[in-house]
T-cell receptor, first 114, second 111 residues
Framework: DQQVKQNSPSLSVQEGRISILNCDYT??????FLWYKKYPAEGPTFLIS?????DKNEDGRFTVFLNKSAKHLSLHIVPSQPGDSAVYFC?????????????FGKGTLLTVNP | DGGITQSPKYLFRKEGQNVTLSCEQN?????MYWYRQDPGQGLRLIYY???????QKGDIAEGYSVSREKKESFPLTVTSAQKNPTAFYLC??????????FGSGTRLTVV
C-alpha cells in the first residue's frame, strides 16, 4: 500500500523552463512534507519542506505547493538548470509522532537538457 | 564537520554470508534509520532506532538485524536469510520530523 505516490518516473525539460514534480499521499495523518534530491551513488540531500499549516513554501528557485484537500503537493523549479538533473523524492511524515518516520515515494528522475 | 559516515562504499557478499554495514554519526542525533533503495522502488525502511539500546522493525526487516549500543553508531547486518540483498543501502539520522541527514550509501552486491 503506497502511502506516498510519485506517478511520473521521469520528466524531461529544457534549460530555463519550469520543472513541475508531483506527489500524492493517502495517509491523512501526514502533516509534514519534504523533497529530497539524489544523485547516483550518493545519499539524498534535503531540498525544501512544507508544513500542513501552509500551502506554499519558497526557497530561491524552488517552491513547494500543498493542496491538503486533494492530498497533493508539487515541487516547482524555476528556471531549471542542467545541474538540477537528479532523482527527486517526495517524503511525508507526522509531526506529532515520536519516531520521526518518513515515508518516501518512488522518485522522479528529472533531466534538464541544455 | 558533522555528518554521517557509511562504510564501505562498495561491498561484495558471497551466497550464504552475513555482512555488516557501518553507519556512524557525529551530529548528536538520537534517531537513526536504515533504508534500502532498489531501482524503481524508492526508499524502503528496514529498521530504525530512537534511542540507544532500542530499535524497531521497518517495512522490510526480514533478513536484516541491527544494534544500537552507542548513540553514534547503528550498524546493519545483512544475513544469509535475506534472499535478495543486492541494493543500495542508506543510513540517516535526525532530531525531528524536519528532515533527515543521509550518509553517502553502501552498494551491496551478491557475487
Amino acid at each position: 500500500d503506497q502511502q506516498v505516490k510519485q506517478n511520473s518516473p521521469s520528466l524531461s525539460v529544457q534549460e530555463g523552463r519550469i520543472s513541475i514534480l508531483n506527489c500524492d499521499y493517502t495517509n491523512s495523518m501526514f502533516d509534514y512534507f519534504l523533497w529530497y534530491k539524489k544523485y547516483p551513488a550518493e545519499g539524498p540531500t534535503f531540498l525544501i519542506s512544507i508544513s500542513s499549516i501552509k500551502d506554499k513554501n519558497e526557497d530561491g528557485r524552488f517552491t513547494v505547493f500543498l493542496n491538503k484537500s486533494a492530498k497533493h503537493l508539487s515541487l516547482h523549479i524555476v528556471p531549471s538548470q542542467p545541474g538540477d538533473s537528479a532523482v527527486y523524492f517526495c517524503a511525508a511524515g507526522n509531526s506529532g509522532g515520536s519516531n520521526y518516520k518518513l515515508t518516501f515515494g518512488k522518485g522522479t528522475l528529472l533531466t534538464v537538457n541544455p | 564537520d558533522g555528518g554521517i559516515t557509511q562504510s564501505p562504499k562498495y561491498l561484495f557478499r558471497k551466497e550464504g554470508q552475513n555482512v555488516t554495514l557501518s553507519c556512524e554519526q557525529n551530529l548528536n542525533h538520537d534517531a537513526m534509520y536504515w533504508y534500502r533503495q532498489d531501482p524503481g522502488q524508492g526508499l524502503r525502511l528496514i529498521y530504525y532506532s530512537q534511542i540507544v539500546n532500542d530499535f524497531q522493525k521497518g517495512d522490510i526487516a526480514e533478513g536484516y538485524s541491527v544494534s544500537r549500543e552507542k548513540k553514534e553508531s547503528f550498524p546493519l547486518t545483512v544475513t544469509s536469510a535475506q534472499k535478495n540483498p543486492t541494493a543500495f543501502y542508506l543510513c540517516a539520522s535526525t532530531t525531528g520530523i524536519h528532515g533527515y541527514t543521509f550518509g553517502s550509501g553502501t552498494r551491496l552486491t551478491v557475487v
